[in-house]
């Protein structure tokens, strides 16, 4: 079966701060998707990231970098230089290839104080 | 393009009712997908559609039903209301193995 753990369920930093959301997953399968979404408080979900299990390369996109690493099952975020404006619940997620099966971690909360 | 939308946005139900959530999309996708949302917990795969006429069971199915007569639309069933199907429901859609996208979410309430 599938698994994600998100093992924070809440962090708080201070802006400008750096902060990595973890991420590690279970499958049997060699082929899936791994994806992050972020819910900020007006409660929708807003897709952050796709990364397919061939490709180990970590991914950045402005402030925020993703560290895929197979070995260790893990699929971390980063936030350089948080901003209020990150405050919000981030998911981690898992699916086959097909996306029939997908399973999202718990979620962890990020405050952002200024 | 409107994306996803559900209805209704809110709804409080008295348990043994019944009722559908509606779901559909414009984005001509073929998968589909309905997520309940409770806190600490995550999302959690309810019912899931491949394509018109095709639906299968997700992580906890028991106490919905759902059709697909149409690529569009993709509506969630609650047989008879149970106060532990109180959450927030998602839809999603999305094409194979793409990311999907969600509606804005329907907060029921089972009293």
């Known amino acids: 079966a599938q698994k994600v753990t998100q093992a924070q369920t809440e962090i708080s930093v201070v802006e400008k701060e750096d902060v990595t959301l973890d991420c590690v997953y279970e499958?049997?399968?060699?082929?899936?998707?791994l994806f992050w979404y972020k819910q900020p408080p007006s409660g929708e979900l807003v897709f952050l990231i796709r990364?397919?299990?061939?490709?180990?390369q970590n991914e950045i996109s402005g402030r925020y970098s993703w560290n895929f690493q197979k070995s260790t099952s893990s699929f971390n975020f980063t936030i350089t230089a948080s901003q209020v404006v990150d405050s919000a619940v981030y998911f981690c997620?898992?699916?086959?290839?097909?996306?029939?099966?997908?399973?999202f971690g718990a979620g962890t909360r990020l405050t952002v104080k200024p | 393009n409107a994306g996803v939308t559900q209805t209704p946005k809110f709804q409080v139900l008295k348990t043994g009712q019944s009722m559908t959530l509606q779901c559909a999309q414009d984005?001509?996708?073929?998968?589909m997908s309905w997520y309940r949302q409770d806190p600490g917990m995550g999302l959690r795969l309810i019912h899931y559609?491949?394509?018109?006429?095709?639906?299968d069971q997700g992580e906890v199915p028991n106490g919905y039903n759902v059709s697909r007569s149409t690529t569009e639309d993709f509506p969630l069933r609650l047989l008879s209301a149970a106060p532990s199907q109180t959450s927030v429901y998602f839809c999603?859609?999305?094409?194979?193995?793409?990311?999907?996208?969600f509606g804005p979410g329907t907060r029921l309430t089972v009293l």
């Open positions: 999603a859609s999305s094409y194979s193995g793409s990311e999907q996208f």
């Open positions: 499958t049997r399968d060699t082929t899936y998707y």
């Open positions: 990364r397919n299990s061939f490709d180990e």
């Open positions: 997620a898992l699916s086959d290839f097909n996306n029939n099966d997908m399973r």
């Open positions: 984005m001509n996708h073929e998968y």
């Open positions: 559609s491949v394509g018109a006429g095709i639906t």
